[in-house]
């Protein structure tokens, strides 16, 4: 069972942090939302409030296959403020495991040089942000070991890329089947 951790702080995209959540759980990952906000219940960018399972120091990341940034603002800043955060994504990069980022959020991969030489895509008018990277327009990028994707709208195909990467094409599409997902991916 693959273990994902997706990142929630105040100000967060709530459709794209719990769309992760739910298709990568209804494919079979362990998967843990991660307050790095002062208390397990965070306010969501548009007003909607939900309860995160653990605090950022509460989780074995020696353990993780995965690690997750929804967008949303100001999320994405308080996510890029959070030093440990930062460092966890960096060992994580750097050690070639997985890392990915939707919306506004891929900034916080480019700010800490992550997307260095890699394929890319973010939120229009953070491109500026990805330091580093070649910027696309598709809807989800994929190189090596980084996945990044542009929004709200890329939300289910940004998923169901993740649950190819851990569980295989032939799981992403029953996935997608079973939600009558019929767009491209």
Not at 29 to 53: C, F, N, P, R, T
Not at 73 to 88: D, F, I, S
Request: proline share 3%; charged share 25%.
């Amino acid at each position: 069972m693959a273990k994902v951790c997706v990142f929630t702080a105040d100000g967060f995209e709530e459709i794209e942090g719990l769309t992760v959540v739910d298709l990568l759980r209804r494919a079979g990952a362990e998967v843990l939302m991660v307050s790095i906000s002062d208390g397990l219940a965070v306010q969501g960018s548009h007003g909607i409030e939900i309860k995160a399972d653990c605090f950022f120091d509460d989780v074995d990341y020696n353990t993780a296959d995965l690690l997750v940034l929804p967008g949303g603002m100001p999320g994405t800043r308080y996510l890029g403020e959070h030093e440990q955060l930062c460092h966890l994504l960096q060992e994580f990069a750097g050690q070639g495991k997985k890392v990915a980022a939707i919306c506004a959020a891929p900034s916080v991969l480019g700010k800490l040089g992550i997307l260095e030489g890699k394929q890319a895509v973010c939120y229009p008018g953070f491109e500026e942000q990805l330091t580093g990277a070649e910027v696309g327009r598709q809807e989800v990028a994929k190189q090596d070991n980084v996945t990044t994707s542009r929004g709200l709208g890329t939300a289910i195909p940004f998923a169901l890329e993740l649950i190819t990467q851990l569980y295989g094409e032939e799981k992403a599409l029953e996935i997608r089947k079973s939600i009558i997902f019929q767009a491209e991916i």
